[in-house]
């Protein structure tokens, strides 16, 4: 099997096991050559001219947007695909009314079939890869076999790829197999399947990032959330941010949210003029890897070194963070394009689109000029409010664990939970409400708990106690709060102003996991007082801040009803402790 030229050296002798693998997949797949990665520069340069000289890759505005590239995806190929997303183990139970199922021989014969020849005429990449930092005992390796080279373009990017990967997994001699290839582009022929129990994944038919960069999702959330289960800690969709107040002290928040919920807005937020000396660190804005640490508090690392971003709505305004990181060495794909060639989305205050996400002339009647779910990708590191801690091999400590979803009325603007036990109620319970534009029908609730739908590797039930289990070894824990950023008024109109000044509400859970802050007992957990926010010079409505901390019982009984209909699905994996939590609440709410 014939090297491509334009590989330096050969890094295959560096591990037999990924060797081995790889001589198997060649003789499956049936390249034209093989590329091992060493994830250096100028192997980035290399792949990224070659595809432009195909045309597969096209060169954006380089005065006004230095190393941008737009790439296009198949019209068909442009989203995560859920409905052919499996978790294949042994036992359905262990994957859980959570996940689609299969077991893992139909699956893997399905796969082989797929993947039988499907690299001829095609280069065979080899792409090693560590999540996370290079050196942390918390990071964990893997390595993606792909027919891709724009694939290989955002690994690079988004985890640490290369050599140094392929050493520690000679080292540690195990890693996370990944077996990927575009195929065909045939949505009938699509499917990505996990096989946790082997720590394997096989994604085929997809060119698309959260069914093609087997690092992020597949990797960094389902298969190592069933990693983390058998060695006790957490994988999880959760931003991390550090606060930093003007005295120079730093608390670290994990958050996690469902989608359209303000995720990477708080990530990278900006403090409000009001709030002088603050300072926002970003360490990660997708995944957070917790470990609980020798002096029994819970710290993380983001395993990811890059930003996979939606970038429709993302502007100066929006997020000025992340609009300033992608102005140079950012990869678009399915972005519009203006006459002068610069990328354009949707929320752009400026700019004509001339040519929409697929080459057309740009014409409102075939839809929005960038596709809905077009991104950026783009390295951490360009972040004007990038943390080097993101690096630290131990990780940050975290003070505050924080859920959210959107809610008009039920929740309120922030609650605390009355335990670790109680905290993990709260996360089983997020939701978001639908609006009427995306179904027809205003408040419909979609259970997403902690915001892992889609991603967790195994059953719900065995996971809530998985994170219960965590808290016990915790003699220090980060407190658990909930957020509701998009609470309304009877008109509809958002009670909160949100974006920077979400500050406000940090700032007390802040004081909160410190000691300093006052809050009132209520069924739901303790809540501030109007007074215990700091609301100075704040643009809001008369009342607005009394109606954002109220607990309508007769909601909150409601919403428990809901949420304890969601956990019986799980049946005899609900953990009892949960249970436990469930009536309680039920019990204080009858009070009221």
Known sequence: MATAAQQPFDLSSLSRDVTTWVREVAAQTQPAAIHWCDGSDAEFGALERALVQNKELLPLNQSTNPGCYLYRSHPSDVARVEHLTFVCTQHEIDAGPNNHWMAPAPAHRKMDELFRGCMRGRTLYVVPYCMGPIDSPFSRCGVEITDSAYVVLNMKIMTRMGRAALERIARESTFVKGLHSTGDLNPERRFIMHFPEELSIKSFGSGYGGNALLGKKCHALRIASWQARAEGWLAEHMLIVGIQNPQGEIHYLAC????????????????????????????????AWLHPGADGRLYAINPESGYFGVVPGTNAKTNRNAFETIQRDTIFTNVAVTADNQPWWEGLPAGVPVADWQGR????????????????????????????????????????????????????????????????????????????????????????????????????????????????????????????WFRQDAAGKFLWPGFGDNLRVLSWIIDRCKGKA???????????????????????????????????????????????????????????????????????????
């Open 256 to 287: 996690a949210f469902p989608s359209a919920c303000g995720k990477t807005n708080l990530a990278m937020l900006i403090p409000p003029a009001t709030f002088p000396g603050w300072k926002i660190w970003t360490v990660g804005d997708d995944i």
């Open 361 to 484: 002339p740009y014409d409102a009647k075939n839809g929005p000029a960038a596709q809905p779910n077009s991104r950026f990708t783009v390295a951490a590191r360009q972040n004007p409010s990038y943390s080097t801690l993101a690096d630290a091999p131990g990780g940050v400590p975290i003070s505050a664990i924080v859920f959210g979803g959107r809610r008009r009325s039920v929740a309120p603007l922030v609650y605390q939970a009355r335990s670790w036990a109680h905290g993990v109620l709260v996360g089983a319970g997020v939701a978001s409400e639908t609006t009427a534009a995306a179904v027809g029908e205003v408040g419909v609730v979609r259970r997403d708990p902690m915001a892992m739908k889609p991603f967790a590797g195994y059953n719900f039930g065995d996971y809530w106690s998985h994170w219960l289990n965590v808290g016990r070894k915790l003699s220090a824990p980060p407190q658990i709060f909930h957020v509701n």
């Open 518 to 592: 006052a809050a009132r007992d209520t069924a739901i957990g303790y809540l501030p007082a109007p007074d215990d926010l700091d609301t100075h010079a704040l643009d809001i409505a008369p009342g607005a801040i009394e109606e954002l901390l109220t607990v309508n019982a007769d909601l909150w009984r409601d919403e428990m009803n809901g949420i304890g209909a969601y956990l019986q699905q799980f049946g005899a994996r609900l953990p009892k402790a949960l249970q436990d939590e469930h009536q309680a609440a039920i019990d204080r709410l009858k009070k009221v």
